[in-house]
């Protein structure tokens, strides 16, 4: 064997063991908090009353929020509107105002998310709701005054 060949082992063996090292002390990657939950027995229905207001009712197994969405196909779109926080329970009547106006005949979503407990609707942070596996939300057309 060459004395370069023996060096040249030493410095492998030494970047082997170093990534060895790294792969046993590195921080495992955090868990994604992001995800719906599933709150089964939660409802949701949503009836434009002109283009800039929504009338939400429905059923809520925990606090949480209402947001209004444009469609983008059969998903979730910009959102257009929120409610205030919605106490657990059956309720009626809440009104979304919108902050932009429906303005084309297009579908629009209601989708439920569940408080994370700050009482304050973040969107990152307040997870959409699901019920038995499906998202819980109300799709509908925009208000008739809607061009």
Known sequence: MKKGDIFGGVILLIVIAMIGLFMYFAKSAPELSYGPVDLSGSVLQAIPDSTTEVTIGGTLVKSGFVTIHQAMGTAPGEIVGTSGLIAAGAF????????????????????????????????????????????????????????
């Open 92 to 147: 009626s009547d809440v009104v979304i105002h919108l902050t932009k106006p429906m303005e084309y005949a297009g579908p629009y979503i209601a989708l439920l998310h569940v408080d994370n407990g700050d009482g304050v609707f973040v969107v990152n942070d307040d997870m959409p709701v699901t019920s038995n596996g499906a998202s819980v939300r109300a799709d509908f057309n925009s208000s008739p005054e809607a061009k």
